[in-house]
Structure formats: structure tokens, C-alpha cells
């Protein structure tokens, strides 16, 4: 896709798309791992792609000023979108954080910034993998 058309999309389109590219990704990384009983994968990727997962590494990007201006704009546009539900099992704050991470993901992927994309995908699986994504908040 050209820039000029990925720029226009909608978050919440960016962010459909950046979720599925990093669960991609996670589970590529689990399989690399070894970890190959398929109930250990599940639990395991979940780990990685749950909202509080996401919204923690977000925060932890904007702490570590790891985005760059246009990544800013596009985690902002993400996490202010209304989605019309939030799933009970989160609130809606990290829910909006989550939906920034996975737009910003989308946005890298759709006009094909592949190395920035895995840059910030590899940052996020090491935070995870430090137990740094798993609290509430």
C-alpha cells in the first residue's frame, strides 16, 4: 500500500491489522522457542498478546521514547478511537493502550516498514519474556 493511503486509514483498521501481524509474530517465536504442545502455545502466546501485555509495552516504549514522532501521532489515534466495546476481562484504559500498540504494528506493516516493524515487535517479545508485561495497570 502506498504511505499517503496508509496514513489516511482509520486506527481501528491499523490496529485490526497490527493485531494479527503480532500474534504472527509471537507465535513464530514460541515455535522457535520450542515450545510445541499446542495447550502450552496457547497459554504462552496469550501471555504476549492480552491488552495488559500490550498496554505495558506501550507505556514502556513511550518511557524508553522508542516511537518516533509519526509512531506518536499513530499510538494516540489508536488509543483514542472508540471501538463501541471494551471485553470484561480488561478496563478501558489498557484496552485503548492496547488498541495504540496494535495500530502503530498495523501502520509498520501496511506501508511496508518491515525492519522498523520487527525492531519494535523483538523489543516487545524481550519485554514480555522479562515478566515486565504482566501486571495490571
Known amino acids: 500500500m502506498l504511505l ?5 486509514m482509520k486506527p481501528l483498521a491499523l490496529a485490526y491489522m497490527g493485531d494479527s501481524v503480532y500474534e504472527l509474530y509471537v507465535r ?31 507505556k514502556w ?3 524508553k521514547e522508542l516511537l518516533t514522532d509519526e509512531e506518536e501521532a499513530i499510538f494516540r489515534r ?10 470484561k476481562n ?4 489498557t484496552y485503548r493502550s492496547s488498541t495504540g500498540f496494535e495500530a502503530v504494528l ?3 506493516y501496511l506501508s511496508q516498514q518491515q525492519e522498523r516493524l520487527e525492531t519494535l515487535i523483538y523489543h516487545a517479545i524481550d519485554f514480555v519474556e522479562e515478566g515486565s508485561g504482566q501486571d495490571e495497570g
Open 4 to 8: 499517503t493511503d496508509v496514513k489516511q
Open 28 to 58: 513464530e517465536h514460541l515455535l522457535a522457542a520450542g515450545k510445541i504442545k499446542p495447550q502450552l502455545l496457547h497459554e504462552t502466546a496469550v501471555k504476549f498478546v492480552s491488552a495488559v501485555s500490550q498496554a505495558a509495552v506501550s
Open 61 to 63: 516504549w513511550q518511557e
Open 78 to 87: 489508536g488509543r483514542n478511537a472508540k471501538s463501541g466495546s471494551v471485553p
Open 90 to 93: 480488561t478496563n478501558v484504559q
Open 106 to 108: 498495523g501502520f509498520l
